[in-house]
Structure formats: C-alpha cells, structure tokens
C-alpha cells in the first residue's frame, strides 16, 4: 500500500539529505520507516502545531518526544534561551546558570542530593553506569527486555526474554564484550530479577529500568515492581538506577518516583539519570543521586566523566526556564490533556470496530492494536502494528502528527487545549477508518 505524498518540499529535502546522511535523518525513528512514506521536515512550530516545509500545519502529538512540555516557542523559554545567548555561547568555564539548572533539579527530585550535568540522555545512562561500576568495583548490569536507555554499548540489547539470559548485541558494531556482562530479563518479572541475583548476586553492579517503560509504546511497572527492584538490589549491594529521561519533569513534577512516592515512600533509587523536558528543546540532560556515589565522579573521585558543552549556557538557561514554567497546574493539565486525547482516539477506533488498547503511565500514553494492554515487550511486539501504519498516515492527511511507530509513548503540552483537540476530533473518523481497513502489507519492523 502506498500513500499519497503530498508534501513536495519535504520529498525534495528528504532526497537531498539521502545524499548527504544516511537514510536521510539524524535519528532512525525520523525516517517514517516503520509507517512508510515521506518524513515532514518541520520549518516552524507553535504551542500545540508545528508547520512543514510546505505549510502545512499539524497538531503535534510528539513534541520533539517529550521536552517540548510548554508547548512550541513558550514566549518566557525563548526570551530566556534568547537573552542567554546574546551574553555569548559557551566558555568551558562553570557558569551560573548550571548552578540554577542543578539547584532547580535538587529542589524537584528528593532522591537526587547531587547532580551531573551533560548533554543527552545517552549520556547520562552511560555515565550512571560507569559510575555505578566503578562505586561498586563490580561488573554486571541487569536491563529489561523493551527498555530503552538510549544508544549506550552495553545497554544496547534487548534480545532473548526468559530466565538470564545472557545478552547478545542486537546491533552491529557492538561487541559481545560489551554485552557480555548485561542480563536482560522480562520486564515486570520479578521472580526473572530474583533468579538473577541468586546467578550472579555478586557480580552484579547496577540494575537499570526505565522509572516507567514508554519505548516499546507505553508499559507501566506493576505496582511493587519497582519498589522490588530496589530491595533487590539493596540486598545484594547493588545499585538501583531509575531511568526518567521520559519521564522526568513529564509525569509530575520531579518525575514517575513521585507518583509511586505517594503509595510507598520507603525505598529510593540510588541515581536517577534525566534529560528531555529538563533541556526544554536544548542539549541537556543529567544524572545524579546519593552523594556518597556521586562522590565517585572526578574531580573528587576516581571515576572520568566530562563533557565539552556539559551545563551549556543556553541549554540550562532554556531548560530552567522551562522547569520554572512546570508547576502543579501544569501536571493537571497533562494529566487531563492525556486522558481526553486517550478516551477520543480509543472511542473513535471502538466506533469503527478496531481492536485497540489504551495503555497508560502517568500522562504518557500510547494505543496498542491488541487485546489488552501489554505487561512487556514479547507481549507489546504482538499487536498488529500494520493497523498504525494506515491510522498515522490518515491523522497526517488530516492535520494531526503522531509518532512515525506504534511502538512510541505520544505527548501533549501545557498549549494543548480543547481548541487544539478540535483537529484531533475532525480527524480520528477517517483514520480509525483507515485503521479498521488496513491490511499487513506494509512489513512492520520495530527497531
Ligand atoms: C530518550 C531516552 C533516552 C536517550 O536520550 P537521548 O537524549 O535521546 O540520548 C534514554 N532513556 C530513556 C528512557 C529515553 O526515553
């Protein structure tokens, strides 16, 4: 099945930038290969739209895949970035503006007593886990299957559920020396993470989870399931390090720790990594946690971190203007922005007989073409992704920008409000349509 490509400018940048880029893009998920079709190359956006470079304009759905939290071009975030900048780029100096960002982060997160500023969120995974390494003086790291820490060597395997399994590589270009000492269990699975630990209990350094699994769609921790992650851990002298890159700053104020703080607050992570909503659109992100660990990081201690545009000028002052703009009203505008946009698409797609689930985290959400919302990625890989292929290119024919892949959380902003829904509304017949006479033609391959 084809589509029709109406967007000229987008065709013509796309094969320029063939020439020039692999594949065309910068990041794979860019490239529409999962939903097929010609990728939009976005000249401008606005609040809750972001317009191509043909003009058209569409209810954004991604929001850059989650800092954009205030919307596109928040007046006070770009007065900020801009008077930020006007005062010079980067002088590899510290600066007060890093001291702001860190304050501002120390202040939201209890379980984060020092921070260290860097410029993703792979880097911050890849340096929460040499940290915990080298804190530990132990080797192993246990990851979860559907778990996305960004493109870290030895986080960069998902492959094989079960019981311990010894991860392979699933991308070339990573060695099995890398992976070798990464265990991928089932997400969800806490007697897996118990086997593991009788295995390996002394071996083990540092167990990572997403805080809650948004990149193989949307996969919530069962209740406990965190919670037991870190008693586990604990036990056997490792580390618990929640991942919040996603879901920091987005699902509440701090992040998803707070939203589970409020059942059980008797246990912490030890280091909780960040980035997305913290550098509002700019290259920011951090990881941080117990003092005593972070007391391992040079200068003060033995373990080499560093970064060149590590606490930028521009990106903290664009990522503390943004936080500033974060306050409780905010998150129950998410919150309620979420669930109306949840309830219109799973009502639209019931309406034309499509089997669907609406799987939920907090604010972040995303719509499985199964049964039942899944537990983890063997399950979520069971879903007829072929049916979101035709749904997100009906929503784009009508105005509404999702993300290119079933397997990806959607995001709403603070500029997200019921005149903006009103494209979603006119647009969710047809593609629930679409989506209701779609067939498996287009080969799903989830990356
Ligand atoms: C996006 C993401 C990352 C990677 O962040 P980058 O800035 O893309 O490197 C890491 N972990 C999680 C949970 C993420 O969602």
């Known amino acids: 099945m084809t589509y029709p490509d ?6 013509e940048l796309f094969a320029r930038g063939r020439d020039v880029t692999p594949g065309g893009v910068n990041s794979p998920v860019r490239a529409f290969r999962a939903v097929g079709g010609t990728p939009r190359f976005m000249a401008s956006g606005r609040g809750a739209f972001i317009t191509d470079v043909d003009g058209r304009d569409y209810l954004d759905l991604v929001c850059s895949w989650g800092p954009m939290v205030l919307g596109h071009a928040h007046p006070e975030v770009v007065e900020a970035v801009q008077s930020a900048a ?17 304050e501002e982060i120390v202040s939201r997160v209890p379980a984060v007593e020092q921070v260290r500023l860097v410029s993703s969120g792979t880097e911050a995974t890849m340096s929460a886990m040499r940290l915990a390494r080298g804190f530990t003086g132990r080797s192993k790291v246990v990851k979860f299957a559907g778990c996305y820490h960004g493109h870290v060597d030895s986080l960069l395997a998902a492959a094989g559920s079960g019981i311990a399994t010894f991860a392979l590589p699933d991308t070339a270009g990573v060695t099995g020396a890398q992976t070798n000492d990464t265990i991928v269990l089932p997400y969800n699975d806490i007697s897996a993470v118990e086997a593991a630990f009788e295995a390996h209990g002394n071996d083990i350094a540092v167990v990572i989870t997403e805080a809650a699994a948004a990149n193989m769609g949307v ?36 992040g998803w720790l707070e939203l589970e703080a409020r059942a059980d607050s008797s246990w912490a992570p030890d280091l909780v990594t960040f980035g997305k909503v913290m550098g509002g659109g700019l290259p920011a992100a951090a990881f941080g946690g117990r003092a005593d660990i972070m007391a391992y990081l040079a200068p003060v201690g033995p373990v080499y ?19 500033r703009q974060c306050t409780d009203d905010l998150y129950v505008h998410l919150d309620n922005t979420a669930a109306k946009v949840g309830q219109l698409v799973s009502d639209a797609l019931a309406a034309a007989g499509v089997e669907h689930a609406l799987a939920t985290a907090g604010n972040l959400f995303s719509v499985f073409f199964s049964p039942t919302a899944p537990d983890d990625y063997d399950q979520a890989r069971t879903q007829q992704a072929w049916r979101y292929a035709a749904f997100f290119h009906a929503m784009l024919d009508h105005g509404v920008y999702l993300p290119p892949s079933a397997y990806e959380a959607w995001f709403v902003s603070a500029a997200h409000d019921d005149n903006a829904l009103d494209r979603l509304v ?6 629930a349509q679409a989506a209701a006479q779609a067939h498996p033609e287009i080969a799903q391959e989830f990356v």
Not at 229 to 239: F, P, S, V, Y
Not at 426 to 431: K, Y
């Open 426 to 431: 006119a647009a969710l017949p047809a593609a």
């Open 6 to 11: 109406t967007a000229p400018r987008s065709q």
């Open 219 to 254: 996969v919530a921790p069962r209740p406990g399931f965190n919670a037991a992650l870190a008693r586990i851990a604990h036990e056997h002298g490792a580390l618990f390090v929640m991942d919040e890159v996603m879901t920091g700053f987005r699902v509440a104020r701090s």
């Open 305 to 323: 971190q560093a970064g060149t545009l590590a606490g930028n000028p521009v990106a903290a002052a664009c990522g503390l203007a943004t936080l």
């Open 86 to 102: 006007t005062r010079g780029f980067s002088f590899g100096t510290p600066g007060e503006g890093e001291v702001l960002l860190a």
